[in-house]
Nanobody, 121 residues
């Protein structure tokens, strides 16, 4: 059983900052990519940022230069530092991890329950 638990969402004014965290727990052998997606009302879920085990990062164009994704492999945790937030960043943010639960097992996708980020004055 694997759980991803997000924290750090909330209400912030435009131009403000938030830091999201996602901790993976349970039977985990190794985590490959881990990162963040978001879904705004009436829109499809979209990639925000992901980070590989070797710390290579991939960002959506809309967040480049404002958001920073990092990970702590020892803690199976990924972070998303969000600066210069805009109203269009308002969404539910979901943590995603691609991982193996056993050494010979397949890579599988896991999702957190989501955390709300609202950017509004």
């Amino acid at each position: 059983q694997v759980q991803l638990v997000e924290s750090g969402g909330g209400l912030v004014q435009p131009g403000g900052s938030l830091r999201l965290s996602c901790a993976a727990s349970g039977t985990i052998f190794s985590i490959n990519a881990i990162g963040w997606y978001r879904q705004a009302p009436g829109k499809q879920r979209e990639l925000v940022a992901t980070i590989s085990r070797g710390s290579g990062t991939n960002y959506a164009d809309s967040v480049k230069g404002r958001f920073t994704c990092s990970r702590d492999n020892a803690k199976n945790t990924v972070y998303l530092q969000m600066n210069s937030l805009k109203p269009e960043d308002t969404a539910v943010y979901y943590c995603n991890a691609v991982l193996r639960t056993v050494v010979t097992g397949p890579l599988k996708d896991y999702w957190g329950q989501g955390t709300q980020v609202t950017v509004s004055s």
